[in-house]
């Protein structure tokens, strides 16, 4: 059994039907829909999930997870009273500011997609804006 396909002529070229061309108007409708869709939806989306991804990178790099799970551990298993000690007043000096600066990285990404979501509209204000002024 053969199949056909009947938008082409017998397996050649596809046939146009010019009566059912689009609209300029149609066309930029959709292009601007579709645009909003992926910088706002899609691109929003994938933001936060990068979010996510800086943010476990980050507590890896900095092992702020593994210190505070292991806060009261001795340093380097040395099980003396030394140790102990020596090994909680590292982990209180460094983990304030592995903290600090996994707080300051994740919320200059979060700023990072606030400007990203400000970008189109801004944009069009000033283009009005000077337009305006002319």
Not at 103 to 108: G, H, K, R, S, Y
Request: hydrophobic share 50%; proline share 3%.
């Amino acid at each position: 059994m053969i199949q056909k396909n009947t938008l082409t002529n017998g397996g050649e070229q596809q046939l146009l039907n010019e009566s059912k061309v689009d609209s300029t108007f149609s066309i930029v409708r959709y292009s601007i829909k579709e645009f909003l869709n992926w910088w706002y939806i899609k691109m929003s989306i994938w933001h936060l999930k990068m979010l996510g991804r800086v943010s476990v990178l980050l507590d890896d790099n900095l092992s702020i997870s593994l210190l505070l799970k292991n806060f009261f551990l001795p340093w380097h298993r040395d099980y003396s009273f030394i140790g102990y000690i020596f090994g909680i007043l590292i982990k209180l000096v460094y983990l304030p500011f592995a903290v600090t600066t996994y707080l300051l990285l994740c919320t200059l990404y979060f700023i990072l997609i606030a400007i990203w979501l400000l970008l189109p509209p801004a944009t069009i204000f000033f283009i009005l804006r000077s337009f305006l002024t002319l």
